[in-house]
C-alpha cells in the first residue's frame, strides 16, 4: 500500500478523525505505522457504526411492538 492509496482511505473517515491521524503522522517513522494506525481507526469507525446501527434497529423494534 502506497502513501496515495493510505490517503485515498485516510478521506473516507470523519474530520475530526483525519486532524488526529494528521498529528500522528508528523510522529510515524515508517509507512507500516501509519497502516496500522489508519487501519484501527477504520476498525474503530465500522464499529462505531455497526452499534449506531443495532441501537436503531433495537428502537424501532421497540417502537412498532408499542405500535408507533
Do not use: C, N, W
Not at 478521506?11 to 475530526?16: G, R, V
Not at 487501519?39 to 405500535?67: I, N, P, T
Request: proline share 1%; hydrophobic share 40%.
Amino acid at each position: 500500500m502506497s502513501y496515495a492509496d493510505i490517503q485515498a482511505q485516510a478521506t473516507l473517515l470523519p474530520l475530526a478523525e483525519r486532524i488526529e491521524l494528521t498529528r500522528y503522522l508528523t510522529a510515524l517513522e515508517t509507512e507500516d505505522e501509519l497502516r496500522v494506525l489508519l487501519s484501527q481507526r477504520m476498525r474503530a469507525m465500522d464499529a462505531g457504526r455497526s452499534v449506531s446501527l443495532d441501537a436503531f434497529k433495537q428502537k424501532h423494534e421497540q417502537l412498532e411492538a408499542e405500535g408507533r
